[in-house]
């Protein structure tokens, strides 16, 4: 059974380059999000089982949504990325209750599973 993912990103060409690449790589892309708000609704009416959420939103941090969304219930795992490296970041991907971080351009369906299945916390 292949793994729901729910892409959360404001860039277009992000998400589309992320679903093309997740998909080709085994993971149902069930749907997509532009802001945290509408990744919040997502993510409660699409229950996937894991989220890749960018950490700089137009109306929220990555961070504080993925909190968000652990205190509403969210029992699937959420994988942070962003243009920026994970050390831009201190200690907030661990804070957050994301299972990990991976910079944009090194986004595999590897990678992904790596961090799922309990690897490295950040790439």
Do not use: N, W
Not at 5 to 23: C, I, K, M, N
């Amino acid at each position: 059974m292949a793994i729901t993912a729910l892409v959360v990103d404001d860039h277009l060409g992000f998400r589309t380059s992320a679903r093309v690449l997740l998909e080709m790589e085994g993971f149902d892309v069930v749907g997509e999000a532009v802001d945290g708000a509408s990744a919040v609704t997502a993510a409660e009416t699409l229950r996937p089982d894991v989220i890749l959420l960018d950490v700089q939103l137009p109306d929220a941090m990555g961070f504080d949504v993925a909190r968000e969304l652990f205190s509403r219930g969210f029992a699937g795992q959420i994988v942070l990325v962003s243009s920026r490296d994970a050390s831009d970041y201190g200690d907030q991907v661990e804070s957050s209750g994301a299972v990990g971080f991976v910079p944009k351009a090194e986004i595999s369906g590897a990678a992904l599973r790596t961090l799922l299945a309990g690897g490295s916390r950040c790439s």
